[in-house]
């Protein structure tokens, strides 16, 4: 595992080797002779571990890590590319290395990438909830006003929010995930629901609760990556990725509306297009760069986190009104049932 960090000045890096060397195998000692044209072959099988051996680190820096040198059960990290095209790289890389010797010290070697990812139990997705107060003044509650033009008169009323003009207030529940499964056989929900609160609505918009249209809904995943390197020496890295979802519904053909009901009723925007991590992860085993989404992780030198960042927009009343919000994200590695 290697983290390269540079600039005009200086060039820094960090370097931990994850698999201890009495992993290695000698398959053949002794006298070696292959005609031309023949090839001679070994056969031989190699256990990986589940964690990392905290030994060969325990005489580490602390200062150059992000967990403790001495820490144990670390899981083993899965295969993992940074590069920003520029200054910083980071790997964690795994390969099959073989190499023969000769008795006059020349020595050929061969690389073997291999791909290791950590499979996570199946969780699913979970969801934080959050509640947005809302209350809307406007002649365009009343049924068949919502684009009606207003005299001078109700203009006035309307700004100034006299009693005499409708009012409706709401909550505007919204449960996103905090939790994000690769590979989930399931939709990644996202919920969305309205709460009439009658204390703050007038009594003929009680009878008939307005149209609460989804306007405009736009969520994106914020990944950040942290490297260090010797002399405690840091970068970060940031991407972000938009998950496309009004372009999604807007293929639909048809407007959302968000239930306003006291029964708990709710629409999930992810199920209704499908949204799923996996359409758009892709695994990279040779390396040659970083797949769109990659599991949340830390390791020594390496740290991944994850951030959820939404807008929506909403309309009722001729009127719109907009709530922007950017959550921790966790995302976890496929199953292997999934």
């Known amino acids: ?105 020349n020595r050929k070697e061969a690389k073997l990438p291999i791909t290791i990812t950590n499979h996570s139990p199946l969780v699913g997705s979970r969801l934080l909830t959050r509640i947005y107060f809302y209350s809307i003044v406007s002649y365009g509650l009343i049924p068949g006003m919502e684009e009606a033009k207003l005299s001078l008169p109700q203009i006035i009323k309307q700004a100034m929010k006299t009693s005499s003009v409708p009012k409706f207030g709401f909550n505007l529940r919204m449960d996103m995930p905090e939790v994000i499964q690769i590979n989930d056989p399931t939709p990644i929900p996202i919920r969305l629901q309205a709460i009439m609160k009658r204390n703050f609505t007038s009594d003929d ?39 496309d979802i009004m372009n999604r519904i807007s293929i639909r053909g048809q407007d959302v509306y968000i239930p306003c009901t006291e029964d ?44 959820l960042k939404w807008v929506v927009a909403v309309e009722l009343g001729g009127q719109v009104v907009q709530k922007t919000e950017t959550i921790m994200l966790k995302i976890l590695g496929p199953s292997r049932a999934g």
């Open 264 to 307: 708990g009723s709710f629409i999930d925007i992810g199920d209704l297009i499908d949204l799923r991590l996996d359409q758009y992860h892709n695994v990279c085993p040779q390396h040659q760069g970083t797949a769109p989404f990659t599991p949340s992780f830390v390791t020594y030198n390496i740290r991944r986190f994850h951030r």
């Open 205 to 243: 918009i009680k009878k008939i609760p307005p149209k609460i249209k989804l306007k405009w809904i736009s969520i994106q995943i914020i990944a950040t990556t942290e490297v260090i390197c010797e002399d405690a020496h840091t970068r970060v890295e940031e991407s972000e990725a938009d998950l």
């Open 1 to 105: 595992m290697e983290v390269i960090s540079e600039t005009r000045l200086s060039r820094h890096k960090g370097l931990f080797d994850l698999i201890p060397r009495h992993y290695r195998q000698t398959l053949h000692q002794g006298p070696l002779h292959i005609a031309d044209g023949d090839k001679k072959f070994w056969r031989f099988a190699i256990t990986i571990p589940k964690y990392v051996d905290p030994a060969d680190f325990k005489d580490r820096n602390e200062s150059e890590s992000f967990l403790s040198p001495k820490a144990t059960n670390i899981p083993l990290p899965s295969t993992f590319t940074l590069y920003d095209g520029g200054q910083t790289k980071g790997f964690v890389e795994y390969f099959v290395r073989a190499s023969l010797r000769s008795k006059d010290e």
